[in-house]
């Protein structure tokens, strides 16, 4: 986990007010004045959480979304600008999904993590906190461009390409009119010996309060 930034932040969060010292750190907020404005940002690796059945992972990735959902809360009532960020391992929609009808009913009937009805439930319920995917905001119907494709099927090398978008980047609605544009690079992920996941990004032209 780390963030990047050509700014310094004002802020830093690692990790969730609530974790024990046995945690993963799979959290980071940070807070930036920009424009005479501040915005958070915060970067999450989401628990991939394996099956619904496993005892320990996929309560894990319930917990995350639980936790998020109230430091989101906390955040909002304080009137503050965000954006949330990262490996969130989930595709929130059937367009999401890229991997071919057949592997879709497979991974559902093995209850295999991704785009479980549940957690369907738990990326419904963090965008009901006013975010908004900048990704679809740009581009609301396509299927054209996932996030991450399985090593083993090698389904970055297909045409078409099979993979998923479980990598997202949300803002809260003061923000979306000044997201200028929002993409998948697929540059990097054709690099040798890359990531399974794809640089997601989106750009934003903050206009001063």
């Known amino acids: 986990m780390a963030l990047l930034s050509k700014v310094a932040p004002i802020f830093v969060q690692?990790?969730?007010?609530?974790?024990?010292?046995?945690?993963?750190?799979?959290?980071?907020?940070?807070?930036?004045?920009?424009?005479?404005?501040?915005?958070?940002?915060?970067?999450?690796?989401?628990?991939?959480g394996e099956s619904q059945d496993h005892p320990i992972k996929f309560p894990m990735k319930r917990a995350y979304?639980?936790?998020?959902?109230?430091?989101?809360?906390?955040?909002?009532?304080?009137?503050?600008?965000?954006i949330v960020m990262g490996d969130m391992n989930i595709a929130p929609e059937d367009i999401d999904i890229g991997i071919?009808?057949?592997?879709?009913?497979?991974?559902?009937?093995?209850?295999?993590?991704?785009?479980?009805?549940?957690?369907?439930?738990?990326?419904?319920?963090?965008?009901?906190?006013?975010?908004?995917?900048?990704?679809?905001?740009?581009?609301?119907?396509?299927?054209?461009?996932y996030s991450w494709f399985d090593y083993r099927s090698r389904g970055f090398n297909d045409e078409p390409k099979r993979g998923l978008r479980i990598d997202h980047i949300l803002c809260?609605?003061?923000?979306?009119?000044?997201?200028?544009g929002a993409g998948i690079s697929y540059e990097?992920?054709?690099?040798?010996?890359?990531?399974?996941?794809?640089?997601?990004w989106s750009a934003f032209d903050l206009k001063k309060p």
Request: net charge negative; proline share 5%.
């Open 172 to 180: 809260t609605s003061d923000l979306v009119s000044e997201c200028i």
């Open 100 to 145: 071919g009808e057949v592997n879709a009913k497979r991974w559902l009937k093995n209850r295999k993590t991704s785009f479980l009805p549940e957690e369907r439930e738990w990326y419904s319920a963090l965008m009901s906190r006013e975010l908004t995917d900048t990704y679809r905001l740009h581009y609301p119907e396509s299927t054209e461009l």
């Open 65 to 82: 979304y639980a936790d998020l959902m109230a430091y989101i809360d906390t955040l909002k009532a304080e009137g503050r600008s965000i």
């Open 14 to 48: 690692k990790g969730f007010p609530g974790d024990d010292e046995e945690a993963q750190k799979r959290f980071i907020h940070a807070r930036y004045e920009l424009e005479g404005r501040e915005v958070d940002v915060l970067n999450g690796y989401f628990p991939q």
């Open 188 to 200: 990097l992920r054709a690099m040798e010996k890359p990531s399974d996941h794809a640089p997601i």
